[in-house]
T-cell receptor
């Protein structure tokens, strides 16, 4: 199957710093990528939909100025958590589809963010 | 009402037994349903999807869909300790929400297969 690479897999940072997470589709072009967040023992919650060459669409309650998404190419989307705080500690997962089919939805390996 | 609901579990079954995982959804217009498995600290992986009422089998896994009752289930035959994970049910966005294509996930059911 298609591969979505996500880095870093784990990051620990101090409160107030910014963290960038990269999501790459390695063997296909992804016009749309999705960013999810998952707190312990909870489900994946969609944060935003990232479209190549345009602004991301954020879900209600997700601060666009805090979670900056850049989808500059068909194979790369980045999520930057700005001025991270302990409550931002979570598991962040990106996903991408080939075309518009949910059958061909592939997930990155996730990034565990811990903010001290 | 949540779009997708699952019992959080844990569901504990002995090795070799059948594990039955259930999911209900709110949008009667939903056409496709997905089951994912997620190991602790890992991202979800697709097990199978189903579109039509009835059963769909893939190896030890069987998805069952009942659109009239708005539930979809996943059966795991001959459960193995390696099947111990959280199983997530997912559906596409409500039919009226044409602007969003991301899947909506249930909270997942944690399965424990006892050796």
């Amino acid at each position: 199957g298609a591969v979505v690479s996500q880095h870093p897999s784990r990051v620990i940072c101090k409160s107030g710093t910014s963290v960038k997470i990269e999501c790459r589709s390695l063997d296909f072009q992804a016009t749309t990528m999705f960013w999810y967040r998952q707190f312990p023992k909870q489900s994946l919650m969609l944060m935003a939909t990232s479209n190549e060459g345009s602004k991301a669409t954020y879900e209600q309650g997700v601060e666009k100025d805090k979670f900056l998404i850049n989808h500059a190419s068909l194979t790369l989307s980045t999520l930057t958590v700005t001025s991270a705080h302990p409550e931002d500690s979570s598991f962040y997962i990106c996903s991408a589809t080939i075309g518009s089919s949910n059958e061909k939805l592939f997930f990155g390996s996730g990034t565990q963010l811990s903010v001290l | 009402q949540k779009e997708v609901e699952q019992n959080s579990g844990p569901l504990s079954v002995p090795e070799g037994a059948i594990a039955s995982l259930n999911c209900t959804y709110s949008d009667r217009g939903s056409q496709s349903f997905f089951w994912y498995r997620q190991y602790s600290g890992k991202s979800p992986e697709l097990i199978m999807f189903i579109y039509s009422n009835g059963d769909k089998e893939d190896g030890r896994f069987t998805a069952q869909l009942n659109k009239a009752s708005q539930y979809v289930s996943l059966l795991i035959r001959d459960s193995q300790p390696s099947d111990s994970a959280t199983y997530l049910c997912a559906v596409p966005p409500p039919t009226m929400d044409t602007g969003r294509r991301a899947l909506t996930f249930g909270s997942g059911t944690r399965l424990q297969v006892q050796p």
